[in-house]
Nanobody, 114 residues
Framework: QVQLVESGGGLVQAGESLRLSCVAS????????LGWFRQAPGKQRELVAY???????QYSDSEKGRFTISRDNTNNTVYLQMNNLKAEDTAVYYC????????WGQGTQVTVSS
């Protein structure tokens, strides 16, 4: 059974940092592309950052320079380091994996107060 379990969300003030983690089980992690998406209330789910099995990364324009995605294939974990957080970053953040199948985590809430 595939599981993606996120952690690290919480309530912070604008300008502070958070690091999200997502531990995967039930997949051959190193062969999967991985991503972080987010969904704010009343909005569609959107891509935040993506890391391919080659370790090449991709970011949405609004997060470029503030967020960093990384992966640890030894520990089946993908991270999202978020710096200089803004109120508009408030959302539920979801972990995602893709190879010949797609999987989502249950999400972790990030709330940034201004």
């Amino acid at each position: 059974q595939v599981q993606l379990v996120e952690s690290g969300g919480g309530l912070v003030q604008a300008g502070e940092s958070l690091r999200l983690s997502c531990v995967a089980s039930g997949i051959k992690f190193r062969f999967y592309d991985l991503g972080w998406f987010r969904q704010a209330p009343g909005k569609q789910r959107e891509l935040v950052a993506y890391i391919y099995l080659s370790h090449r990364t991709q970011y949405s324009d609004s997060e470029k320079g503030r967020f960093t995605i990384s992966r640890d294939n030894t520990n089946n974990t993908v991270y999202l380091q978020m710096n200089n957080l803004k109120a508009e970053d408030t959302a539920v953040y979801y972990c995602y994996s893709r190879n010949n199948s797609e999987h989502w985590g249950q999400g972790t809430q990030v709330t940034v107060s201004s």
